[in-house]
């Protein structure tokens, strides 16, 4: 009857590059994040019609602990009432998460090929 091998497999490169890996992804789905409200702040701002330039001056993108986000209106009284009339930012919002999902798997992949 034969006896039964013992097999031992060295992950330690493969830890190694994980490690890079999962931190070059931390790193860079910030950097996503911004680059992602840069263009939906974008969005808004050519689909909101200007006047005196006040609310599309209020889109910004700002840090956040998750990232990034995307501000609008603030300090502009009339802010909402022409989103009700144009939909800029309900538009912008909804076409987010597919930015976003997209976005993140470009990057991914981008990471995975460096790794």
């Given at each position: 009857?034969?006896?039964?091998?013992?097999?031992?497999?060295d992950t330690a490169a493969f830890d190694q590059s994980m490690r890079r890996f999962l931190a070059n992804v931390d790193r860079s789905s910030t950097d996503t994040a911004q680059e992602?409200?840069?263009?939906?702040?974008?969005?808004?701002?050519?689909?909101?019609?200007?006047?005196?330039?006040?609310?599309?001056?209020?889109?910004?993108?700002?840090?956040?602990?998750?990232?990034?986000?995307?501000?609008?209106?603030?300090?502009?009284?009339?802010?909402?009432?022409?989103?009700?009339?144009?939909?800029?930012?309900?538009?912008?919002?909804?076409?987010?998460?597919?930015?976003?999902?997209?976005?993140?798997?470009?990057?991914?992949?981008?990471?995975?090929?460096?790794?």
């Open positions: 009857m034969p006896s039964a091998g013992h097999v031992e497999v992602t409200c840069s263009t939906i702040a974008d969005n808004i701002r050519n689909h909101t019609p200007v006047l005196t330039g006040r609310l599309v001056g209020s889109v910004d993108v700002v840090r956040d602990k998750d990232g990034a986000a995307v501000t609008y209106g603030g300090g502009v009284p009339y802010a909402g009432k022409i989103e009700r009339r144009t939909h800029a930012v309900a538009n912008a919002v909804n076409s987010a998460a597919p930015t976003f999902t997209k976005a993140m798997q470009s990057m991914t992949d981008k990471e995975a090929r460096r790794a």
